[in-house]
Nanobody
Framework: QVQLSESGGGSVQSGGSLRLSCEAS???????MGWFRQAPGKEYEGVAA???????SYADSLQGRFTISRDNAKNTLYLQMTNLNTEDTAMYYC??????????????????????RGQGTQVTVSS
């Protein structure tokens, strides 16, 4: 079973940037991978995803502030986050899943029980 370990979270001020990383314990070349988040009292939501061909999908609300990438040679997924605001405060989870549907569908339909998920890394943005 693939194990995922996130890092890179922390506390920043509005307008700041963070880069999240997710290291997988095994080869994930064939998997869809993505970042999901959940804030207290809010629903679990997809932030960004990348399929096994490198196609990406992003939540509509991000307005181009985040960039997802993967390095299959290092079994690592990244999320570069810029111009952070308080609405981005949440626990961010890395998820790896066998391909199902397209990456757009997967990002918007995957729930907390989809695929393999890490323990999460907290991102806190203050005003």
């Amino acid at each position: 079973q693939v194990q995922l370990s996130e890092s890179g979270g922390g506390s920043v001020q509005s307008g700041g940037s963070l880069r999240l990383s997710c290291e997988a314990s095994d080869a994930v070349r064939g998997y869809f991978m993505g970042w999901f988040r959940q804030a207290p009292g809010k629903e679990y939501e997809g932030v960004a995803a990348i399929d096994n061909q490198g196609r990406t999908s992003y939540a509509d609300s991000l307005q181009g502030r985040f960039t997802i990438s993967r390095d299959n040679a290092k079994n690592t997924l990244y999320l570069q986050m810029t111009n952070l605001n308080t609405e981005d405060t949440a626990m961010y989870y890395c998820v790896a899943d066998w391909p199902r549907g397209g990456v757009d569908w997967w990002l918007r339909r995957a729930g907390p029980d989809f695929g393999h998920r890490g323990q999460g890394t907290q991102v806190t943005v203050s005003s």
